[in-house]
């Protein structure tokens, strides 16, 4: 099946730096989603990136859908404490709603006051 | 947005039980469901997808007789583990697409934590 190499696999960084973590893929996919996990708890949506090239902020979130439709990176800026969590790529097959995911292996991130 | 409840939060229970975990969509009606096992500090695995009013459709290596999902209605799936052994302990997770035009994300509700000693 499909697979997709997320990296990297942890961060240790200062309260107030930069981050930035992708998602690479074997093929193709048609939406690129950027999830965030807490603890004992689901993921929560972050972004979705539907088209190749597109770049999409949310707050301190910043990703991008690779021109190639095989990759995403995902910034975040002026990290905070409460940043700390695991993130997860995800890419969707198909056109329609109900195409299944498939996640990256996950960010654990860990910010430092 | 979209919301996804699931019930319970967190069981334990002795071997041999068998357990209901339910997943709902608050404000959508969700015609597929998605149901996910997590463990530690590892991705979400997809186990099966769940249909409103056919069979689901089980990835490879899950038993569908350990595992039976049923999605009796618009806005409830509901994954029973049956005669659970230690081995079942996880994170299961379910997830929803809103309906609508264009590739809708999937939601997901906040997991059931399962326990069984």
Known sequence: ????????????????????????????FNTWLWYKQDPGEGPVLLIALYKAGELTSNGRLTAQFGITRKDSFLNISASIPSDV???????QEGGTSYGKLTFGQGTILTVHP | ????????????????????????????????MFWYRQFPKKSL??????????????EQGVEKD????NHASLTLSTLTVTSAHPEDSSFYICSASAPGGGNQPQHFGDGTRLSIL
Not at chain 1, 10 to 18: A, P, T, V
Not at chain 2, 66 to 69: A, E, G, M, P, V
Request: some cysteine; aromatic content about 8%.
């Open chain 2, 66 to 69: 350990k595992f039976l999902i």
């Open chain 2, 1 to 32: 947005g979209a919301v996804v409840s699931q019930h319970p939060s967190r069981v334990i229970c002795k071997s041999g039980t068998s357990v209901k975990i339910e997943c709902r969509s608050l404000d959508f009606q969700a015609t597929t």
């Open chain 1, 1 to 28: 099946g499909q697979q997709l190499n997320q990296s990297p696999q942890s961060m240790f960084i200062q309260e107030g730096e930069d981050v930035s973590m992708n998602c690479t893929s074997s093929s193709i």
């Open chain 1, 85 to 91: 969590g695991i993130y997860f790529c995800a890419g």
């Open chain 2, 45 to 58: 695995m997809l186990m099966a997808t769940s249909n409103e009013g056919s069979k689901a459709t089980y």
